[in-house]
């Protein structure tokens, strides 16, 4: 979460004078096409990258030694990996069965909708949101009406070193 919210704050220094820079220097559609690459850039990462959970399914195991197991048979150690990736993968897993487990057809992001804190928490992140999407939008307005600011100076200049 500090990685998050440093990432997050950085973002929100750096974004209004970056934009601003992008602006003024290439125009509109410069500014836009810069956040429409970081997306590409992070759709990308997405599909390029695989979770650890989610590759564990596909690796396959090591081949074991007849030392180290003396039931395999001659034949086991013959199969190739693809033989024993195709059945790894085709036979289902083993779960230990569970013991009195109460599992409830309501979804979990449902359930646990029932905690205040978390819809306070919830609440205090869309007003904080708010705010920050509202100055975002008329702030740079605003400077420009009462200060006459272009979008680059906007974004470095605070209204009230004028």
Known sequence: MAWVTSAMSIGLILGPVSGGV???THGYLAAFG??????GVDLALRIILVEKKIAVRYTVAPMPNA???PSLQLHDL????????HESLTSPPTVAPAHNVWTSRIPTVIRILKYPRLLTALFLSFVQALILSAFDATL??????LFGYSALQSGIKSPFSH
Do not use: D, G
């Open 67 to 69: 030392e180290e197991s």
């Open 78 to 85: 013959a199969r190739p990996n693809e033989a024993r990736l």
């Open 140 to 145: 740079p307005l605003y400077l420009n009406a």
């Open 34 to 39: 810069l956040a429409f690459a970081f997306i």
């Open 22 to 24: 992008i602006y003024q």
